[in-house]
């Protein structure tokens, strides 16, 4: 699916690592959130918050690195929260694989600060 470019971002923000994604984020930009999710996961802040708000789409490629760091956070003993709200097309990719409770969602950024 194309759409305009996407970014990921990341940011510090107090005991967390925040990864943001912007635009529809497909194979194609994966490899980039899979290497920031993996530097979150390398002896960052306890905590990794990916910010999906901002993306209307992502594709399986994406969701194969959020499970990546998802086992990746886990065995180092941190937390990686999906923040949303989430775009329809998320939800239902999280919800059609079954992936939904590999994760700890959020409604929003700051909720997803301190659950």
Do not use: K, Y
Not at 18 to 34: K, M, T
Not at 100 to 113: E, H, I, Q, Y
């Amino acid at each position: 699916m194309t759409g305009g470019a996407a970014v990921v971002t990341t940011t510090a923000e107090r005991d967390a690592t925040v990864i943001s994604l912007h635009g529809e984020v497909d194979e194609d930009d994966a490899p980039l959130l899979a290497r920031a999710l993996a530097r979150a996961s390398e002896g960052g802040p306890p905590r990794t918050v990916v910010d999906l708000s901002g993306t209307p789409f992502v594709d399986s490629s994406v969701l194969h690195a959020l499970l990546a760091a998802q086992r990746a956070h886990a065995a180092a003993g941190s937390v990686l929260v999906l923040a949303g709200p989430l775009h329809t097309a998320v939800r239902r990719l999280l919800d059609v694989t079954g992936a939904a409770p590999a994760f700890r969602m959020a409604d929003s950024l700051a909720t997803a600060m301190t659950c």
